[in-house]
């Protein structure tokens, strides 16, 4: 174990593994911290290199940071296309929404996605797979069914998780209800149960509220 106040020893690391070795510091920072805690010289020390050699992989610090936001999204948006498409297949939607409040929340992506938001200039995010993520839902809508409706619907879904994330526990304490784990998952599966009645594919009624019951069909 280091001793307070001796640095840690430098490691050799090719290019390839420093810089992903900076940004998963960075993106660890920015999660657990937000972006006061993201100074060069502290990610240095956290992988065991020196302020010029992260300076000469990422540039400024300004630089670091929008790449690691980037990467960050990048990740949320594949695992979530890839979670909405295998929940498709297995007709689960309640599970789906689990999985995401798991990405947003318990991960911190969603902090993440709010820093980037309100930091960028406009369009600056534009990369996304939100429009592969809205065609997939909607191919498994009844035919003749809008794609705006389908689309509006998603990002229904998407601020409510996205708020949920950030918000849902003071929100849901606001509202009377408390903040526990239970709460909040009664609260995905009241949503997945109006996403589901909006868009007329079946499901067990009211009060099924179980998972397992929430089934849309393939």
Known sequence: MTKPGVPKL??????????????????KRLRDHGPDALRLQAIAA????????????????????????????????????ACFTDQLEATDIVSTLHHVDEVLRA???????AWLALTEPRGEASH???G????ALHSARTAGTPYEDTAFAVVLAATSMFGAALLGPSLLT???LGNDEQVQRRFREWL????????ELPSTGPDSGAPEDLRVES
């Open 10 to 27: 430098r490691r050799r690391l090719s290019a390839q593994d420093a810089r992903e070795a900076i940004l998963s510091a960075t993106e």
């Open 46 to 81: 956290d992988v065991g290199l020196s302020h010029p050699t992260v300076l000469h992989h990422v540039g400024s610090r300004e630089d670091l940071v929008r790449e690691v936001v980037h990467r960050a999204i990048g990740k949320l948006e594949n695992d979530l296309l």
């Open 107 to 113: 991960q911190g992506q969603a902090r993440l996605v």
């Open 128 to 130: 996304t797979r939100l």
């Open 132 to 135: 592969e993520l809205t065609a």
């Open 174 to 176: 606001m509202a009377g």
């Open 192 to 199: 997945a149960e109006l996403l589901l009645a909006h868009a």
